[in-house]
């Protein structure tokens, strides 16, 4: 167990050194809170040092000002304290760091996800067989992979519970796809935190989310819920119910999602006089690029968001931690499909057109 207590001093320290990095490169350290820009600086002969601002230890990412690929990216976590970097341009995903201890324990917590997610490859590359036994096998070495997983993320959150690294990654499961923890792990997590994280912005979404009724599915009745429109005037999912209806999460900065509505918009503008009412739910943060894809995919119908990102309310309501993600109700506010993307040609032609 670490701690991750606040520092005396007014900046902290990044010292450098990136072996096959050509001179004059520039690099640029991100703000994850809000993915800008923190500073860009040059390496000079495979070296740098900067100073930067974190009295509370906060994640950032290291990357080329040109970068390509994702091992391009590196992810690290400073204070207010003199932090060393060793890595190589070919790969920064696996630079090294010392000296930061909100580092120390995230580098805990990347251990813990890499060694599941190894495991659980050699597991999938091995269900390429059609023998039953072998696939019960691997079933059984799954269950007992993801019961340890999942034990070994309790330990780590508990143990570090009062960091900043730690309250971090509790707040990402609350939007991750496939999470390992459950609504009741997570209230667990909150009864332990400190008051400093339980009040903040990510505490109350935390408190808000382990509160939700049970995620609705195939047969039950929607939730209803009201969101603003890009013009400010709340929309409710009740007083948009059609003889059919779509809800569709999605979000500016999802392709397959933008990929989508053309044939969306065609099945709307063909449907829609005879009852169907699409309702979009954007995982959107900036207002801007919500109503900039809206102008630009021509959308004709409801839109409304909360600018939560995954964490809006809807999606929480719904348990959407994928997008894009259709679900389809009938007239009474009956959920049909709760996974309707793949169907929606067909599926709306057998409904209008019988």
Known sequence: MFSC?????????LTGTIKNIKNDTILCLIDNDNDSIVQKFLV?????????????????????ENYKYEKDFFDLWLDNSPTKLYGNIYNMADSRIEGSVPNKI????????YNYRHELTKINLKKHTNDKHILDSLDSELKILQSDYKDKLMKFFTGNISTEVAFNYIFFETARYKSALNR???KHLYDLLPDKFR??????????????PAVPKNGDMY?????????????SISSNLGKYTILEFWGSFCGSCRAEHPALRQQYRKYHKKGLNIIGISGDVKISDWVDAIRKDSIPWINISDLGGYNNYGFMLYGVKAIPCLILLDKNGIILDDN???????????????
């Open 199 to 212: 009040n903040s912005k990510n505490g109350i979404i935390i408190k808000t989310y382990i509160s939700l």
């Open 223 to 235: 939730i209803d819920f009201s969101q603003p429109n890009p013009e400010g005037e709340l929309n």
């Open 340 to 354: 309707f993307g793949s169907k929606i040609d067909g599926e709306l032609k057998k409904f209008f057109e019988k």
């Open 184 to 186: 009741i792990d997570l």
């Open 106 to 113: 995230y580098d805990i917590y990347k251990s813990i996800e």
């Open 5 to 13: 207590s606040q520092k005396s001093s007014t900046y902290g320290t």
């Open 44 to 64: 000079k002969n495979g070296h740098f040092k900067i100073k930067f601002s974190a009295p509370v230890p906060k994640l950032f990412t290291l990357r080329p």
